[in-house]
C-alpha cells in the first residue's frame, strides 16, 4: 500500500510565506494558498529577492519593478494582499545571520502560527541540483521560525519594538521530496494556474510553450502525481516541521 500523507493542521489563522524569488510559491504552493485564503486565513508573502536576475534580456534595474508588479498581481489572486521584498541580490543570497535576521523580524512583525517556505536540500528529489538561494532561504526560514521567540538572539529587533513572538507552530517546506502533509488543491488548482500564468513575462523566456498550458500541464501534472498518497485527491504536499 502506498503510504498516505496526513491532512495540514487546520487550526491556524495567520501564515509567513517566505520564500527567494518571485514565482517561487507559484511553483510550490499555490492552490493550497487559494483554499486557505478561501477560509478566511491570513496570509502574507516575503520574498527574500524581486527576481531581478531572473532574465537574460533584462537588466536587473528594468527586470526588479516588473517582477516584483508580477508578483504582487499573482499573489491577488489566490487572495493574498501583502507581499513584502527583503531586497537579497537575486542569485548571490547568502545564508548567515543577516538574512536569519530579516526574516525573524517579519516573523515579529507578523506573528504567523504556520510559516511556510520551499525546498531547502541540496537537490529535488536527487534528480536535479537547487539553487543557492532556494536552499539559503529554506534553511533561514526554518532557522529565523526559532529565532523570533528568542529576545537574546539579535537584540536590536527588541530595540526597534519588534517584540519575540515563539507562536510558530509549524513550519511547512514545499516542494520536498519528502513530504509528510498534503493540501487537497481540487479548489485553488485552477486559480493557481491563474497566479503562475501572471508572471508571464518570466514564464515567456522559460519556455517555447503556450504560456498557458505550459502553467496548467505543470501545476495540474505535480498535483495529480500525488493523489494516490492523498486518497486519490489532487494535492499540494508539504514536509511539515512542528515546534
Not at 507559484?26 to 487559494?34: N, P, S
Not at 507581499?83 to 548567515?96: K, W
Not at 494556474?193 to 498550458?213: C, G, N, W
Amino acid at each position: 500500500m502506498t503510504e498516505q500523507l496526513e491532512p495540514m493542521p487546520s487550526d491556524w489563522q495567520r501564515a509567513l510565506a517566505v520564500v527567494a524569488h518571485p514565482d517561487d510559491l507559484e511553483y510550490g504552493c499555490a492552490a493550497a494558498v487559494a483554499g486557505w485564503t478561501d477560509g478566511g486565513r491570513d496570509i502574507t508573502y516575503l520574498l527574500a529577492t524581486r527576481g531581478e536576475a531572473g532574465i537574460d534580456t533584462l537588466e536587473p534595474e528594468r527586470c526588479a519593478p516588473l517582477r516584483e508588479q508580477e508578483q504582487r498581481a499573482s499573489a491577488a489572486v489566490v487572495g493574498v494582499s501583502r507581499v513584502e521584498f527583503l531586497d537579497h541580490r537575486d542569485g548571490v543570497i547568502e545564508y548567515g545571520t543577516g538574512l536569519r535576521r530579516d526574516i525573524a523580524a517579519a516573523v515579529r512583525r507578523h506573528r504567523p502560527e504556520l510559516v511556510i517556505t520551499l525546498n531547502h536540500r541540496d537537490t529535488w528529489g536527487g534528480v536535479a541540483w537547487n539553487t543557492p538561494d532556494h536552499r539559503a532561504v529554506g534553511r533561514a526560514t526554518l532557522d529565523a521560525a526559532a529565532d523570533a521567540g528568542n529576545r537574546w538572539i539579535f537584540p536590536e529587533l527588541t530595540a526597534q519594538g519588534l517584540e519575540p513572538w515563539d507562536g510558530v507552530r509549524w513550519v511547512a517546506v514545499a516542494g520536498s521530496s519528502t513530504p509528510t502533509h498534503a493540501v487537497d488543491a481540487t479548489a485553488g488548482l485552477e486559480r493557481s494556474v491563474q497566479s503562475l500564468l501572471a508572471h508571464r513575462t518570466y514564464i515567456e523566456v522559460l519556455t517555447d510553450e503556450d504560456p498557458e498550458a505550459y502553467c496548467r500541464t505543470f501545476l495540474t501534472g505535480n498535483a495529480q502525481a500525488s493523489a494516490a498518497r492523498f486518497g486519490g485527491r489532487p494535492a499540494v504536499t508539504f514536509e511539515l516541521f512542528a515546534r
